[in-house]
């Protein structure tokens, strides 16, 4: 069945299924629908139909958009810290007390949550703030190696750091059309918001907007950052 066959199909389960299809679904599947090939390989069994496994690619996508930061309520971690670590600290700052010792466990642990988030925060962000120029997020990474989708049929990956990308989203994108943009360098303080208004048509994005971004964002939603009962920074 051929993009535009795909395309009726599609509309038709997201009616079902109560996706917003007049929105920014239908220039995301546009993509995997010229090239079926961007479609995530984990979407879809052995025994699926066509109409199958476009079901699971809107919820896929459905169930990313209703996980974006503003809405999330995130899970603490679920391992426990290995005891050696303070073990190792301590021996290296010895006037530390056990209690420091504590508090520097948990302090990691939270700046792990964080990090964990970051990268959905700074998808929301960018999905507020650059639909208005055609751009529309691919929710749920329902298209490979690509975050961003233009109803022109530009794409654009983003990372959160320079050192951020792994070698298989590299291999996909080799000789294709896909922008690739980064916030910040990984070995000092240099923000690329320039260079994502180049890309985009824009000249609002900032890191200043962004920080706001994150304070509302927190505030609003304190559950998308996860912290443990016991932390004793609450």
Known sequence: MGSSGATRIAKKIAEEESIDWGGSARFVFSVIANDVDRAPANIGGKNDDEEAVIR??????QGGFDGRASQRTSNPPGTVADPIIDKIIGSRLTELTDDDLGKISYAHRLGMSAENILGLILEEYLSDNLKDYGWHCAWGETV???DFVNENGDLLQVKNRSNSENSSSSSVRDGTEIEKWYRIKADRIQYMWDKLNEICGTTHLSEES?????KNTLTTNPGCLAVEEENPWK
Do not use: E, H, T
């Open 56 to 61: 699971k690619w809107l919820n896929k996508y």
């Open 210 to 214: 962004f920080v706001d971004f994150v």
């Open 144 to 146: 490979k190696s690509v």
